[in-house]
């Protein structure tokens, strides 16, 4: 098998896996993945219901979004996971669902806060909200201008550490170095949006977690001295 099957194989099990975490209904959902030695990416196909699609329906796209492989349209989302590759070269994998918790801080448009240690497991700091889309980003090239103001929101930001963004109006992406990490991340962001809105509901007065727990908790999973887990060697 091919690289390129491999990951149309990869990609498809990622999507079917948005499913079965709940993160998607109908079609409202899309996972992608790089090959940054083609330049080439894999994309779920647009507007195709999960329970039909197989494997050889993932499309292939080169990063000016021109159809390589595939009989099908790509997702209508391909344009804004272009930019995140280009932008993010570190990233392999990126995920877009509309998933319920997440997607309501997005309509409201606020950032998921930091409040305990499993958010900051996954996430260094708050889950930011990319600011509104003006009428003319909307109104010419869409998707493309998503993919932008989700990059200007990351420009003072690590987007290793903080692999998530909440869209105005509209959902989160997350993203990481596989595909497989992607959709960890988009299942870790749905949990920990849900916990953010019982806390707030639970004491309308909760404040951000100490930076100093934050700190531990994520240091101890991520970075040259994390020691959480077995490690690579054990």
Not at 53 to 68: F, K, P, Q, S, Y
Not at 107 to 113: D, E, H, L, P, Y
Not at 169 to 184: D, L, R
Request: hydrophobic residues 40%; negative net charge; glycine residues 6%.
């Amino acid at each position: 098998m091919s690289y390129l099957n491999e990951l149309k194989e990869r990609v498809f099990r990622q999507n079917l896996e948005l499913v079965k975490q709940k993160l998607v209904v109908l079609t409202w959902g899309n996972v992608s993945a790089i090959d940054r030695e083609s330049g080439l990416l894999v994309i779920k196909p647009s507007g195709v219901d999960y329970s039909a699609m197989a494997a050889d329906d993932m499309v292939v796209v080169d990063l000016d979004g021109n159809r390589v492989e595939g009989r099908l349209n790509p997702s209508s989302d391909t344009p804004t996971h272009i930019e995140l590759y280009k932008a993010f070269p570190d990233i392999g994998g990126v995920v877009h669902t509309h998933s319920l918790n997440a997607t309501s801080f997005a309509q409201a448009g606020k950032s998921i806060t930091a409040y305990g240690t499993t958010h900051a497991d996954c996430f260094y700091g708050d889950v930011p909200c990319a600011r509104a889309l003006t009428k003319d980003e909307i109104e010419n090239e869409y998707e493309k201008n998503t993919g932008k103001v989700i990059i200007e929101t990351f420009m003072d930001l690590d987007y290793m550490a903080i692999p998530a963004v909440l869209v105005k109006n509209h959902g989160p992406f997350t993203w990481g170095k596989t595909p497989e990490k992607a959709v960890e991340n988009a299942v870790t962001l749905e949990a920990v949006a849900e916990m953010a809105i019982k806390t707030a509901v639970i004491n309308q007065t909760v404040q951000r977690v100490d930076q100093y727990l934050l700190d531990k908790h994520y240091f101890r999973k991520h970075g040259k001295n994390a020691y959480y887990g077995q490690g690579e060697n054990k």
